[in-house]
Structure formats: structure tokens, C-alpha cells
């Protein structure tokens, strides 16, 4: 099984109301419990844009500098992602169309080069 990240950048997402908002968070509901359901969801989160930004941080002679802003100066930042463990490429499209889908805005799709590092269960455990 291959992990593929699921993302979509903020600026793909015109303005919606309140309303609309809602919408799409129960239609996205629908397909991350889908995937649940299909145990492909290894971990998800959205609902991020400029105002979640903490800090940014670079290494100046070797030691981090940590500032509330300016931000990296970039066109496009990140709304939202998943991440899921599927067997091949297909797959990992499928679900990228399923959000895209529900969401109504695009969705872009990388793999993973290999196994990645998660935090530890009390066992020792991935």
C-alpha cells in the first residue's frame, strides 16, 4: 500500500457564504467517513488559510528565527488535505475525484516516495 496526499490550495476556493460553507463540509463528511469506512484514511485536515498561520521560522547561522510575520511571500498556500493509504494510483484518484466532487474544487494528488515517520502509540506502534 502507497500513501498519497490529497490536497487543495485555498486560492482554487472562490468565496462561499456561510451556507455554502456548510455544505461542503457535510458533503466532505460523507466521503472522509466513506473512507473510513474503507480504511484508506490515515489522517485529514482543512479549514486553514491566512488567518491559521502562527509563525514562520528560518535558520539564521545555524539557529531558528521565528516571526509572526512577514509570511513567505507566495501566490497559493494550502486550504486542506488528506492523507490515505491505497494501493495504486487509480485508487488515490478515485478519492481525489470524490472530494473534488463534493467540494466543487480541485484537488491535487502526490505520492508519497516511501514510508514516512508518525507519532508513537504507547505500544511502540505506527
Known sequence: ???????????????????????????????????????????????????????????????????DGPYVETKEHLGGFCVVEVPDDETARYWAGRLATALDWPQEVHRFRGPGHARRTSSGQR
Request: proline share 1%.
Open 1 to 67: 500500500m502507497t500513501e498519497y496526499l490529497i490536497t487543495f490550495n485555498d486560492e482554487w476556493v472562490r468565496e462561499h457564504t456561510a451556507e455554502e460553507l456548510r455544505e461542503k463540509g457535510t458533503a466532505a463528511r460523507a466521503v472522509l467517513e466513506e473512507m473510513q469506512a474503507d480504511d484508506v484514511l490515515i489522517f485529514t485536515n482543512g479549514g486553514l488559510d491566512r488567518s491559521t498561520a502562527v509563525c514562520s521560522v528560518e535558520a539564521v547561522d545555524g539557529k531558528p528565527v521565528f516571526s
